[in-house]
T-cell receptor, first 111, second 114 residues
Framework: GESVGLHLPTLSVQEGDNSIINCAYS??????FIWYKQESGKGPQFIID?????DKRQGQRVTVLLNKTVKHLSLQIAATQPGDSAVYFC??????????FGKGTRLSVIA | DTGVSQNPRHKITKRGQNVTFRCDPI?????LYWYRQTLGQGPEFLTY????????KSRLLSDRFSAERPKGSFSTLEIQRTEQGDSAMYLC????????????FGQGTRLTVV
């Protein structure tokens, strides 16, 4: 079936290094892809989104890359900080249908 | 307005009891969503409202689950005859006309059924 999933369930990085979190999707009809950050005990927080007709979008310290050929999405976090430690979810938006979330990757930043 | 507010933050109930959760969205948002999240999983969509109209409820997990938004402002999610499998985090989100793409989430209500 169609799904949004993640390659790695956990990721540990040294403070100051760059982090890359990956996501694979299977529905090429999606309109948007969205990355969320969820800290312990909190609801998901929107980080950045990208339209399906784009390849790259940059925000503050974050970059999302979309490779439609291989149906792959990544979130790059520059100069990772301890406050970046959280679970990161990619989600897929297909018009008026509900968001489909992936399983999540836990990012741990080592000081 | 400080964002989406959910109450209670935590709820422990005995199996078979009914529970009701409340969500107060961001005041200018006309769309409101309910999700369920279990440990290690992403949020799972349950239902959503545009103003007071419930536009999608086929994803509610069973007929024990129901949601209301009577005046188009706050919403309640009720679970009747709770089961241990209902233990999860219940998240509410709200958005404007742009839809889920710009949805803001509350901090959730964690339900534990014992």
């Amino acid at each position: 079936g169609e799904s949004v999933g993640l390659h790695l369930p956990t990721l540990s990085v040294q403070e100051g290094d760059n982090s890359i979190i990956n996501c694979a999707y299977s529905n090429s009809a999606s309109d948007y892809f969205i990355w969320y950050k969820q800290e312990s005990g909190k609801g998901p927080q929107f980080i950045i989104d990208i339209r399906s007709n784009m390849d790259k979008r940059q925000g503050q310290r974050v970059t999302v890359l979309l490779n439609k050929t291989v149906k792959h999405l990544s979130l790059q976090i520059a100069a990772t900080q301890p406050g970046d430690s959280a679970v990161y979810f990619c989600a897929e938006n297909r018009g008026n249908t509900p968001l489909v979330f992936g399983k999540g990757t836990r990012l741990s930043v080592i000081a | 307005d400080t964002g989406v507010s959910q109450n209670p933050r935590h709820k422990i109930t005995k199996r078979g009891q009914n529970v009701t959760f409340r969500c107060d969205p961001i005041s200018e948002h006309n769309r409101l969503y309910w999700y369920r999240q279990t440990l290690g999983q992403g949020p799972e969509f349950l239902t959503y409202f545009q103003n007071e109209a419930q536009l999608e409820k086929s994803r509610l997990l069973s007929d024990r689950f129901s949601a209301e938004r009577p005046k188009g402002s706050f919403s309640t999610l009720e679970i009747q005859r709770t089961e241990q499998g209902d233990s999860a985090m219940y998240l509410c989100a709200s958005s404007g006309e742009a839809g889920e793409i710009e949805a803001f989430f509350g901090q959730g209500t964690r339900l534990t059924v014992v």
